[in-house]
T-cell receptor, first 116, second 110 residues
Framework: DTGVSQDPRHKITKRGQNVTFRCDPISEHNRLYWYRQTLGQGPEFLTYFQNEAQLEKSRLLSDRFSAERPKGSFSTLEIQRTEQGDSAMYLC??????????????FGPGTRLTVL | SQQGEEDPQALSIQEGENATMNCSYKTSINNLQWYRQNSGRGLVHLILIRSNEREKHSGRLRVTLDTSKKSSSLLITASRAADTASYFCATDEDDYKLSFGAGTTVTVRA
């Protein structure tokens, strides 16, 4: 068990370009989450999946953002027409299906996006 | 919006001293978790305390929870240089979403 992995770790792009990030959760974890973290702040929830179903999306997730988890394993987060305000750390987390209330979420190392 | 709020924002202590940080939140919770983040890295889960628990220990960590005051504290005893990091409390909204505060940055001086 190698934990949650994310790729790439860093991405520098020009405004207007599209970017895609990948997250591989801990195997057999049903739930997968995406968060965004800007400098000096805590992570903010973006969206989450229960297996392949995307069950909740934050208002932070504009229509330029799309996330998928096609086979209930890895997930991708795509940002189209990037803006400078998209510059942030994008964190992925996974958890087993909780038996009660919220369970521990295990975070990956994050993808740091810089939009020039 | 972020529910949790950590206090202080920053803390500088000498190696071997204890570090205490507090977290206040606004709505009722099922549990509260503390995470650590080293500079530019992902979050590491430290401890989870459920709403029906008042105190929990894990190694050098001690967490308290007072649901009547909607507050929690994290105590790190006998701090080490490796404890230098940002510490976040996270509360659960619904049964899937964690809401984080802005964190407490702890610096342990050798």
């Amino acid at each position: 068990d190698t934990g949650v992995s994310q790729d790439p770790r860093h991405k520098i792009t020009k405004r207007g370009q599209n970017v895609t990030f990948r997250c591989d959760p801990i195997s057999e974890h049903n739930r997968l989450y995406w968060y965004r973290q800007t400098l000096g702040q805590g992570p903010e929830f973006l969206t989450y999946f229960q297996n392949e179903a995307q069950l909740e999306k934050s208002r932070l997730l504009s229509d330029r953002f799309s996330a998928e988890r096609p086979k209930g394993s890895f997930s991708t987060l795509e940002i189209q027409r990037t803006e400078q305000g998209d510059s942030a750390m994008y964190l992925c987390a996974s958890s087993p299906r909780p038996r009660r209330a919220t369970d521990t979420q295990y975070f990956g190392p994050g993808t740091r996006l810089t939009v020039l | 919006s972020q529910q949790g709020e950590e206090d202080p924002q920053a803390l500088s202590i000498q190696e071997g001293e204890n570090a205490t940080m507090n977290c206040s939140y606004k709505t009722s919770i099922n549990n509260l978790q503390w995470y650590r983040q080293n500079s530019g890295r992902g979050l590491v889960h430290l401890i989870l305390i459920r709403s029906n628990e008042r105190e929990k220990h894990s190694g050098r960590l001690r967490v308290t929870l007072d649901t009547s005051k909607k507050s929690s504290s994290l105590l790190i005893t006998a701090s080490r240089a490796a404890d230098t990091a940002s510490y976040f409390c996270a509360t659960d909204e619904d049964d899937y979403k964690l809401s984080f505060g802005a964190g407490t940055t702890v610096t342990v001086r050798a």
